[in-house]
Nanobody, 128 residues
């Protein structure tokens, strides 16, 4: 089992920045790929960004490309989502997710069904 805890959410003005963190605990000795998803009020949860277990590959939703950066520090068992140039439409609950990954350290996953473990979410609100 892997437990995930997100932090770093909050209220920010449009154009501002936030950095989300996702700390993993439990069975983290295995290689695991990570992802960030978000769910806005009245909408389905959607993919935001993903990173391979080795950190050598990343993937982003078109809506956040060039503004968000996903990274990881395996020594700290933490994944980050740096969010810049935030827009009101980025307002959502942000979730991190994890799945065990084998083979190449360059595989990323963008589908929710690919992930086995989820955090409780952290609220991000961007005011206009």
């Amino acid at each position: 089992q892997v437990q995930l805890v997100e932090s770093g959410g909050g209220l920010v003005q449009a154009g501002g920045s936030l950095r989300l963190s996702c700390a993993a605990s439990g069975r983290t000795s295995s290689s695991y790929a990570m992802g960030w998803f978000r769910q806005a009020p009245g909408k389905e949860r959607e993919f935001v960004a993903a990173i391979s277990w080795g950190g050598g590959s990343t993937r982003y939703a078109e809506s956040v490309k060039g503004r968000f950066t996903i990274s990881r520090d395996n020594a700290k068992r933490t994944v980050y989502l740096q969010m810049n140039s935030l827009k009101p439409e980025d307002t959502a609950v942000y979730y991190c997710a994890a799945r065990f990954s084998v083979g190449s350290g360059y595989v990323t996953y963008a589908a929710q069904r690919d992930y086995a473990y989820w955090g409780q979410g952290t609220q991000v609100t961007v005011s206009s």
